[in-house]
């Protein structure tokens, strides 16, 4: 849910979600910054230079000459966030990962932090699901 809408400096707007990091607040963010991003492409909104997003904000650059800070902050208060659709498509990537001991350095902390096995991934081809990672359905192939 958006908290709080405020002006960065003369040609910035930040949209704040809270202080909550999580999957929900981010989908929200991500909501709106693909909203504010039609909106600049269809020229609904003329101005818009840059729009941004992080976990739990949403910063938007304008150009004072095109579009004034209120009439963005008006729109944005508009618009109900929870209504915006959007076909969210995961992907999944192939991260490289060398277990060499000369470069794995922080093997055997990672392994207790994760409670993982990495030696289930040498020699051999496997998926592991990281437990930390499950919300955010990512996963890492050992190669």
């Not at 990672?110 to 955010?136: P, T």
């Amino acid at each position: 849910m958006l908290k709080k809408i405020s002006t960065v400096g003369d040609s910035s707007i930040i949209c704040d979600f809270g202080e909550n990091v999580d999957l929900n607040t981010n989908s929200q963010v991500i909501k709106l910054f693909y909203y504010i991003k039609n909106l600049a492409e269809e020229e609904k909104i003329k101005g818009l230079l840059n729009y941004t997003p992080s976990y739990n904000k949403l910063l938007i650059n304008f150009d004072l000459e095109k579009v004034k800070s209120n009439e963005i902050i008006e729109t944005i208060k508009s618009i109900d966030i929870s209504k915006i659709s959007r076909n969210e498509k995961f992907k999944n990537h192939i991260l490289p990962i060398c277990y060499d001991e000369e470069f794995a350095l922080d093997l055997k902390s990672m392994e207790k932090k994760l409670n993982l096995n990495f030696s289930l991934c040498q020699n051999r081809k496997s998926e592991l699901l990281i437990d930390g990672l499950k919300k955010q359905k990512q996963f890492f192939t050992c190669l």
